[in-house]
């Protein structure tokens, strides 16, 4: 069954610094993988995907996602965490049915 | 730009009244799809439909109902609005080409607090 993973619950980083958010996923064939973010009191936002190509995909805000198929992952990253970027942030994988499987979401707090 | 409207972004209603959401997207996608959003359980589908007067069940139907009347408009019901449906409700909706790559795109939520 297609399943998607986001092992922590909070990240915790400070402006400036590198911040990572995790996404493992499970899926049959060629998975179709996607990121978004929600702000407070908001609907989600879509901030980059990966269908094919290049494994590191490059999104909106500066953000950007390393595809690894050996290990399953699609973490999000980015080289300098802005206040600004705290939010909630979901991974997602596309099921067999065409429909999207979330994850169950990382509170991004970035501190300055 | 994709637009997708939802009627309401704070409701609250009574247990046992009837409840409509509604959700309007203006890019003439094809498939629309309603979620709820529960803190630690992230977004669980609820019903979807690929076209004007299709509907499917999605992971947690019961208790809710949707219409497709309009390709542009997908409306969520829920008949008899119970406390435990007290959540966060979005909407979203997607194309259907081959040019369409899957991504899904969300209206700004309803939080539906039933009392």
């Known amino acids: 069954a297609q399943s998607v993973a986001q092992p922590e619950d909070q990240v915790n980083v400070a402006e400036g610094n590198p911040l990572t958010v995790k996404c493992t996923y499970s899926v049959s064939g060629n998975p179709y993988l996607f990121w978004y973010v929600q702000y407070p009191n908001r609907g989600l936002q879509f901030l980059l995907k990966?269908?094919?190509?290049?494994?590191l995909v490059k999104g909106s805000y500066g953000f950007e996602a390393e595809f690894n198929k050996s290990q399953t992952s699609f973490h999000l990253k980015k080289p300098s965490a802005l206040v600004s970027d705290s939010a909630l942030y979901f991974c997602?994988?596309?099921?067999?049915?065409?429909?999207?499987?979330f994850g169950t979401g990382t509170r991004l707090q970035v501190f300055p | 730009d994709v637009k997708v409207t939802q009627s309401s972004r704070y409701l609250v209603k009574r247990t046992g009244e009837k409840v409509f959401l509604e959700c309007v997207q203006d890019m003439d996608h094809e498939n629309m799809f309603w979620y709820r959003q529960d803190p630690g359980l992230g977004l669980r589908l609820i019903y979807f439909?690929?076209?004007?007067?299709?509907?499917e069940k999605g992971d947690i139907p019961e208790g809710y109902s949707v219409s497709r009347e309009k390709k542009e408009r997908f409306s969520l019901i829920l008949e008899s609005a119970s406390t435990n449906q007290t959540s966060m409700y979005l909407c979203?909706?997607?194309?259907?080409?081959?040019?369409?790559?899957?991504?899904?795109?969300f209206g700004p939520g309803t939080r539906l607090t039933v009392t």
């Open positions: 979203a909706s997607r194309g259907g080409g081959p040019r369409d790559s899957y991504e899904q795109y």
């Open positions: 439909s690929y076209d004007v007067k299709m509907k």
């Open positions: 990966y269908i094919t190509g290049d494994n």
């Open positions: 997602a994988v596309r099921d067999i049915t065409d429909k999207l499987i």
